[in-house]
Nanobody, 116 residues
């Protein structure tokens, strides 16, 4: 089963930017689906953005125009570029991937805090 590790979280001021990374233990070309989710305290985990192997992207309404999901096959990584961050974006961000056999994996998460 593929393993993924997130990085790139931190503390940022409102209006700032962060780029999250999700690095897989094997080629992401073997993955049919990659996505970023987030979970704020007291709330359910929610989809932020997804990217299929074919390149189709999908974004939650609350991040459209601000966040961009992308991948770098040579680095076995998927990224989430987050711009114009707001306090309500504060959450733990998780990477989720699904391989060609339908097996899914989650990372441990990376904390993003947006505060002045």
């Amino acid at each position: 089963q593929v393993q993924v590790v997130e990085s790139g979280g931190g503390l940022v001021q409102p209006g700032g930017s962060l780029r999250l990374s999700c690095t897989a233990s094997r080629s992401i070309l073997s993955l049919t689906y990659t996505a970023w989710y987030r979970q704020a305290p007291g709330k359910q985990r929610e989809l932020v953005a997804s990217l299929t192997r074919g390149g189709t992207t999908r974004y939650a309404e609350f991040v459209k125009g601000r966040f961009t999901i992308s991948r770098e096959d040579a680095e076995n990584s998927v990224y989430l570029q987050m711009n114009d961050l707001k306090s309500e974006d504060t959450a733990v961000y998780y990477c989720n991937v699904v391989d060609s056999r339908g097996q899914g994996s989650w990372g441990q998460g990376t904390q993003v805090t947006v505060s002045s």
